[in-house]
């Protein structure tokens, strides 16, 4: 079954502080792993695509990096308007191409 | 930049009761998604069309039907609302030809008491 896991659920940290939200997928014939940010209320806001292991995107103070089981989504010296929820999803080479979410990570970054 | 819209944004309903969520895209995309998304369990995929007149279900198709009469539009229908479909509703829409980025609307929050 395909599956996507993201971890921490939550994460606090303090404006400066990198760190790096993981997600771990096992998804058939992945075509592409999508990271998402969602704020409360609104709908998901495309970030990244990756294709193949090895693949990474910038993007201000966000990194997306893929291998052939995980991305990682590297915030470096965040700021409080990246608190926000990032959603990780996989593409299946499959019938409807529909995205498979993981349940996200809920990121706080206090000044 | 209209992208995708859904309406309404807001919905109370009463155990019963029907209605439809529209959603419409002016992108020209082939393929259109139905997901929910509720606390603890992420976005789930209801219903998907992969082009006008097609529609095919979900990981949580039962309770909803859908239909894509347009390319632009489609729609989501409650034919007997339950407390279990309490949820934020999402839309959104991929073109078949142009890269795998799938867009979302801003969702539709629906309560039925």
């Known amino acids: 079954e395909d599956q996507v896991t993201q971890s921490p659920e939550a994460l606090r940290l303090q404006e400066g502080e990198s760190s790096s939200l993981n997600c771990s997928y096992t998804v058939s014939g992945l075509r592409g792993l999508f990271w998402y940010r969602q704020d409360p209320g609104k709908g998901p806001e495309f970030l990244f695509t990756l294709y193949s292991a090895g693949e990474e995107k910038e993007k201000e103070r966000l990194k997306a990096t893929l291998t052939k089981k995980e991305s990682f989504l590297h915030i470096t010296a965040p700021k409080p308007e990246d608190s926000a929820t990032y959603l990780c999803?996989?593409?299946?080479?499959?019938?409807?191409?529909?995205?498979?979410f993981g349940k996200g990570t809920t990121l706080s970054v206090s000044s | 930049n209209a992208g995708v819209t859904q309406t309404p944004k807001f919905r109370v309903l009463k155990t019963g009761q029907s209605m439809t969520l529209l959603c419409a895209q002016d992108?020209?995309?082939?393929?259109m998604y139905w997901y929910r998304q509720d606390p603890g369990m992420g976005l789930r995929l209801i219903h998907y069309s992969v082009g006008e007149g097609t529609t095919a279900k979900g990981e949580v198709p039962d309770g909803y039907n859908v239909s894509r009469l347009k390319k632009q539009n489609f729609l989501l229908g409650l034919e007997s609302a339950a407390p279990s479909q309490t949820s934020v509703y999402f839309c959104a829409s991929k073109s078949g030809y142009s890269g795998n980025t799938i867009y979302f609307g801003e969702g539709s929050w629906l309560t039925v008491v």
């Open positions: 992108m020209n995309h082939e393929y």
């Open positions: 999803a996989g593409l299946a080479n499959q019938a409807g191409t529909a995205l498979i």
